[in-house]
T-cell receptor, first 113, second 118 residues
Framework: KQEVTQIPAALSVPEGENLVLNCSFT??????LQWFRQDPGKGLTSLLL?????REQTSGRLNASLDKSSGRSTLYIAASQPGDSATYLC????????????FGQGTRLTINP | GAGVSQTPSNKVTEKGKYVELRCDPI?????LYWYRQSLGQGPEFLIY????????DSGLPNDRFFAVRPEGSVSTLKIQRTERGDSAVYLC????????????????FGNGTRLTVT
């Protein structure tokens, strides 16, 4: 059974710092991995989608990497801003087409002005 | 354009009652998903529709839970004889079907319905 773990559970950093969030999964036979952002009381916003054949994706100040063989992904946030404060979730798909995402518990990120 | 819309945003019901939660996906999205999120946890998969049919309902916890999508657009999640353990945020998401084998489309989530069973 696929399990996804995110470390740390919570992170607080000063504004302007670069930071890395970690995600690990137990079964390397994934089709893709997504990073989401969730604001309090809101749904999830897709940030980056990495297909299994790719090693990284970039969007603005965000960069996500994928190492399937070791079962790990990282989300790098450059020059953090208070508006980046949210919970970040990673999720993997282990069956093509079904999009049955398996989520981690998330990292609650706080950027202090 | 309009995103995924879920109604109601909040629902409080008594134990044993029946509830319906509605999801309006993004226009043109043929794939629709229901997830359940408990406090402090990541969402858990419930059911996935391709068009009108449930392609995967393996996440439904028991036979009290049922979902329909009769015209391939709006979906309703139905919960019978609600229990306090059903309290959670129920999230709906939609996506385009993948156009290239092995390449899946990103999911777009609604804001969820917060269900509280008293």
């Amino acid at each position: 059974k696929q399990e996804v773990t995110q470390i740390p559970a919570a992170l607080s950093v000063p504004e302007g710092e670069n930071l890395v969030l970690n995600c690990s999964f137990t079964d390397s036979a994934i089709y893709n991995l997504q990073w989401f952002r969730q604001d309090p009381g809101k749904g999830l916003t897709s940030l980056l989608l990495i297909q299994s054949s790719q090693r990284e994706q970039t969007s603005g100040r965000l960069n996500a990497s994928l190492d399937k063989s070791s079962g790990r992904s990282t989300l790098y946030i450059a020059a953090s801003q208070p508006g980046d404060s949210a919970t970040y979730l990673c999720a993997v798909t282990t069956r093509q087409g079904a999009q049955k995402l398996v989520f981690g518990q998330g990292t609650r990120l706080t950027i202090n002005p | 354009g309009a995103g995924v819309s879920q109604t109601p945003s909040n629902k409080v019901t008594e134990k044993g009652k029946y509830v319906e939660l509605r999801c309006d996906p993004i226009s043109g999205h043929t794939a629709l998903y229901w997830y359940r999120q408990s406090l402090g946890q990541g969402p858990e998969f419930l059911i996935y529709f391709q068009g009108t049919g449930a392609a995967d309902d393996s996440g439904l916890p028991n036979d009290r839970f049922f979902a329909v999508r009769p015209e391939g657009s709006v979906s309703t999640l139905k919960i019978q004889r609600t229990e306090r353990g059903d309290s959670a945020v129920y999230l709906c998401a939609s996506s385009l079907l993948p156009t290239t084998p092995g390449f899946n489309s990103p999911l777009h989530f609604g804001n969820g319905t917060r269900l509280t069973v008293t």
